[in-house]
């Protein structure tokens, strides 16, 4: 499974960006799919999930109430919403998929087979 991110760019506080993740490859054995950021200097954290077969969303305490996860009929592109964004969004953002139903553990960097390249989101 190959996993493409686009959408990135620069954005004053306050504004929306989409970001996108093309799955490519044997993408039907992707069960969860997730975007993580990493700021510099810091850890990459979970943002939100989508468990594909129930298409169920969780998310990340910093983001909740203002990103949404989504995904196409075809359930190959995963987007995300990113509404009223601030200077700490500032981030690389990475999708990540899992053969597997993680639920609970869908934050955890280790329970994902692929990762993609990254696309850098700057708000100032």
């Known amino acids: 499974v190959q996993l493409v991110e686009s959408g990135g760019g620069s954005v004053q506080a306050g504004g929306s960006l989409r970001l996108s993740c093309r799955a490519s490859?044997?993408?039907?054995?992707?069960?969860?799919m997730a975007w993580f950021h990493q700021a510099p200097d810091k850890e990459r954290e979970a943002v939100a999930t989508?468990?594909?077969?129930?298409?169920?969303?969780d998310y990340g305490a910093s983001v909740k109430d203002r990103f949404a996860v989504s995904m196409n009929n075809a359930r190959t592109i995963l987007y995300l919403q990113m509404n009223d964004l601030k200077p700490a969004d500032t981030a690389m953002y990475y999708c990540?998929?899992?053969?597997?139903?993680?639920?609970?553990?869908?934050?955890?960097?280790?329970?994902?087979?692929?990762w993609g390249q990254g696309t850098q989101v700057t708000v100032s």
């Open positions: 990540a998929g899992s053969r597997f139903a993680i639920h609970n553990r869908w934050n955890l960097e280790y329970e994902y087979n692929y």
């Open positions: 490859g044997n993408s039907d054995s992707n069960n969860t």
């Open positions: 989508v468990y594909i077969p129930s298409q169920s969303k």
